[in-house]
C-alpha cells in the first residue's frame, strides 16, 4: 500500500499547506450490473466513467493538478505545498493518512489541509460525523423450538434489542457555538438538501444507528442458540463516544445473555475545523467567480481522512464533486464538475500561499 508524498518549498517564508487524497476505491461488485467496464476510464457524453471516479480519482486529480499548475508559480508563492496521496481510506485509513500523521508529522502536518472527496459542489465540509462500530452476541442455551419454556430465543432477544439501540438516536448533542451558528444559517438546510438529497439536514446534527449485520439461528425447528449483530453508529458533533459507550452498556445491562464489543472503527469523536478559516473564504470566493453562488461551510455526514488531521490540531477543508453514484455500478462524474473542481483547489491552494 504505497503513501506517495511530495513537497516544495518556496524561497519566501509562508504558510504550509497540504493536500490530501485517496488513490484506493471501492471494489467493483458484481460487473455485470455495469452497462461499461468499470475500470476503462471511459470519456463518454459528457461524463468520466469507472469505479472510483467519483470517490475520489476525481478529488485526487484536482490535488495532483493543483500541485503541478502552482509549480511554475513559485515566485509568487511562499512557504510550502505537500501533497500526500495514500493507498489507505476506504478500510480505515490506518495505513494511509493516519500513518503518515503519526510517523511523519513533520512531513504532513501542516498549516492546513485542502481535500476533495465527493461533497457536491454546493457545501465546502469543515467537519464530519465520527464512525462508532458495534458488535452483539446474545447467546442462550437453545433447544427444540417445541419447548419454548426451556430456552429463550436468540433471536427474539436480538430483535428486541436493535428497537432499543434506536433509543441512542434520541442523545442531544452538546453542539459548539461556532457550529451551531453556522450550520443555523438559513441558506445551510437548502445546500445540504440540494447537495445529498431530501432529508439529509434532519440526520446532520443526530446519532443515526444502522444495523448492518444480523445473523441468527441454523435451523427452523430450532430454537437459536446464537445471533450475532453489528451496527454502525454516525455521531455527531457535540456526542461524545464515551456517551454513546455508556448508553449501549445500560443498553446491554438489561439483556442476560448479550454481551458487545467496540469494532476497529475510527476510535475519534466527530472532527472539526473552524468554518470561518481563510480556507472557506478562498474556496467560496473561487466557486462564487466562477458559478455564482457561495457554497456554505456544513459537517460531512461520512468520513474522510481530514479527521487525522483535525483530530492533529491542524484545520482541515473539503471541496469535491457530487457524491450521487458514489460506490453503485455505472459511477461517473460529469467532466464539468471535475474541472470545476480542479480549478477550485489550484487557485484556492495559489491564493492561500500567495498570501
Ligand atoms: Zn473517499
Known sequence: MPNLLATTRYRRPGRHLVLNGHIDVFPVGD?????????????????????????????????IFAYAYLSPLADALGGRLTLTLVSDEETGGRWGSGYLVER?????????????????????????????????SVRTPSCH?????????????AAALVRDLESLEALVPAVPEAVRRT???????????????????????????????MRGGVKVN????????????R?????DREEVRRAVDAIVARYPGVTWREGTSHAVNATWSDPDHEMVGLIQDNVEARLGFRPPPIVSLGGT???????????????????????????????????????????????????
Open 222 to 233: 430450532m430454537l437459536p442458540a446464537e445471533c450475532e449483530i453489528e451496527a454502525d453508529a
Open 104 to 136: 511523519h508529522r513533520d512531513d504532513v502536518l501542516g498549516d492546513c489541509v485542502l481535500n476533495g472527496e465527493p461533497s457536491s459542489l454546493d457545501t465546502v465540509r469543515f467537519g464530519e460525523k465520527a464512525i462508532l462500530w458495534m458488535t452483539f
Open 305 to 355: 481522512d481530514c479527521r487525522f488531521w483535525r483530530a492533529a490540531g491542524v484545520p482541515a477543508y473539503v471541496y469535491g464533486c457530487s457524491p450521487a453514484g458514489m460506490g453503485a455500478p455505472d459511477e461517473s462524474v460529469a467532466v464539468d464538475e471535475f474541472l470545476h473542481v480542479v480549478r477550485t483547489h489550484a487557485l484556492s491552494a495559489f491564493d492561500y500561499l500567495s498570501r
Open 31 to 63: 460487473a455485470a450490473r455495469w452497462t461499461r467496464d468499470p475500470l476503462s476510464g471511459d470519456l463518454a457524453g459528457g461524463r468520466v466513467h469507472g469505479r472510483g471516479t467519483v470517490d475520489m480519482k476525481c478529488g485526487t486529480t484536482a490535488s
Open 183 to 213: 450550520l443555523g444559517r438559513p441558506e445551510v438546510g437548502a445546500a445540504i438538501e440540494r447537495g445529498l438529497g431530501a432529508g439529509a439536514a434532519g440526520v446532520l446534527q443526530k446519532v443515526t444507528v444502522n444495523v448492518g449485520v
Open 235 to 239: 455521531l455527531p458533533v457535540g456526542v
Open 145 to 157: 423450538s417445541a419447548y419454548p419454556h426451556v430456552s429463550p430465543s436468540a433471536n427474539k432477544i
